[in-house]
């Protein structure tokens, strides 16, 4: 079945240690999103690729970066994590920027000790 | 700034009667409409959606109603089920750009 896959599901990282997140995706999509999602919140879009094209939400902080190496993966590096970046990481795909349905992977649920 | 609206964040509904869960927005310029569901360790995966051009879509027992004038979403699930107990999120978009309110939980009791 065509899907969303993010790696790992879970993860732990220490305070400043940097991390780094995946997401791979069978659908063949263009538009590949990250969102951040703390309990009880809206999921909060911190950058989309569109193809090639990196495009940063203007409030996502620089500590967050990704990489788009090919169609079917992205990944989220955090540089230097913060207690406050514990959250759910949700990765997305999409036919077309902004093209009506995304399909999400899982999540993977970030704990900063 | 909340452009997405969900102001219930639960819900508890019989089994087989109606759930109705409500979304409002603030941006008239919003010309997509979604509701996702998600399920707990689970992304969300999409339910339904509407166009802005129309009032009301469903899709067996799912039916999303679209008030312009109130900028008021609704998600109507008739009969409700066991297994539709999970956090529905709205969504909405203009341009490049979704914007999701924060969930409703839904518990259908059976």
């Known amino acids: 079945d065509a899907m969303v896959i993010q790696n790992p599901r879970y993860q732990v990282t220490q305070f400043g240690k940097p991390v780094t997140l995946s997401c791979s995706q069978t659908l063949n999509h263009n538009v590949m999103y990250w969102y951040q999602q703390k309990s009880s919140q809206a999921p909060k879009l911190l950058f989309h690729y569109y193809d090639k094209d990196f495009n940063n939400e203007a409030d996502t902080p620089d500590n967050f970066q990704s990489r788009r190496p090919n169609t079917s993966f992205c990944f989220l590096d955090i540089r230097s994590p913060g207690l406050g970046d514990a959250a759910m990481y949700l990765c997305a795909t999409s036919n077309i920027a902004g093209g009506y349905e995304q399909y999400f992977g899982p999540g993977t649920r970030l704990t900063v000790t | 700034d909340q452009q997405v609206k969900q102001n219930s964040p639960s819900l508890s509904v019989q089994e087989g009667r109606i759930s109705i869960l409500n979304c409002d927005y603030t941006?008239?310029?919003?010309?997509?409409f979604l509701w996702y569901k998600k399920y707990p360790a689970e992304g969300p995966t999409f339910l339904i959606s509407?166009?802005?051009?129309?009032d009301k879509n469903e899709d067996g027992r799912f039916t999303v109603f679209l008030n312009k004038s109130a900028k008021h979403l609704s998600l109507h699930i008739v009969p409700s089920q066991p297994g539709d107990s999970a956090v529905y999120f709205c969504a909405a978009i203009f341009g490049n750009q979704f914007y999701f309110g924060t969930g409703t939980s839904l518990t259908v009791i059976p």
């Open positions: 509407i166009s802005s051009i129309k």
């Open positions: 941006n008239s310029m919003f010309d997509y």
